[in-house]
């Protein structure tokens, strides 16, 4: 499978600002997806985000606090905008070859909101 | 109640004992079934991928599926101590009818005492 990278891996942020997660995978694949993975709970998918169209938010989740782009087949970005201590979490991205299934995993963003 | 239920452990076994892992779930829906292996500060990785009824195995790994009873297992042999990890299910409908997006379990947290 395609290897994924992130960045930044770990960032301490003030209330009230946004940071930008990169996600880079070393080949070209079709669907990219955003999760949040806060303690003690399982992975909840954020959105999907395909080249060429608008990304897909999930119940919840809203473009206005988590845009996203996607502007070629190797690369996303997803913005967690006007932070506040609920957005800690860790963040990650994930890419599959042709459908949901076997999806595979960056290392995760590890964000703290003071 | 939630769509996936997952023990979260911890769970602490002697080394070369047998490990079992399981989660249940409530969406008759469902027809392909994951387990990540999760090591700590890393993202996901795809362990086991099984498509409905009946089981697989993978070297140490055996991944069982009973649909009757919504019950999916994980069983590690002769476990060592780099088994220790946090092991997440996941499971999905088939493509084209909205469901297809992954619903994951809390994870269980697994040490192997060496």
């Known amino acids: 499978s395609a290897v994924i990278s992130q960045k930044p891996s770990r960032d301490i942020c003030q209330r009230g600002t946004s940071l930008t997660i990169q996600c880079q995978v070393d080949s070209q694949v079709t669907m990219m997806f955003w999760y949040r993975q806060q303690p003690g709970q399982s992975l909840t998918l954020i959105a999907t985000?395909?080249?060429?169209?608008?990304?897909?938010?999930e119940s919840g989740f809203v473009i206005d606090k988590f845009p996203i782009s996607r502007p070629n087949l190797t690369f996303s970005t997803l913005t967690v905008s006007n932070m506040s201590p609920e957005d800690s979490s860790i963040y990650l991205c994930s890419h599959s070859a042709y459908s949901y299934n076997e999806q595979f995993f960056g290392p995760g963003t590890r964000l703290t909101v003071l | 109640q939630k769509e996936v239920e997952q023990d979260p452990g911890p769970l602490s076994v002697p080394e070369g004992a047998i490990v079992s892992l399981n989660c249940t779930y409530s969406?008759?829906?469902?027809?392909?079934f994951m387990w990540y292996r999760q090591y700590s500060r890393k993202g996901p990785e795809l362990l086991m991928y099984?498509?409905?009824?009946g089981n697989k195995e993978d070297g140490r790994f055996t991944a069982q599926v009973d649909k009757s009873s919504k019950y999916i297992s994980l069983f590690i042999r002769d476990s060592q101590p780099s088994d220790s990890a946090t092991y997440l299910c996941?499971?999905?409908?088939?493509?084209?009818?909205?469901?297809?997006?992954?619903?994951f379990g809390t994870g269980t947290r697994l040490t192997i005492i060496p």
């Open positions: 985000a395909n080249q060429g169209s608008e990304a897909t938010y």
């Open positions: 099984t498509y409905s009824s």
């Open positions: 969406n008759s829906a469902f027809q392909y």
């Open positions: 996941a499971m999905s409908g088939a493509s084209n009818f909205g469901n297809e997006k992954l619903t």
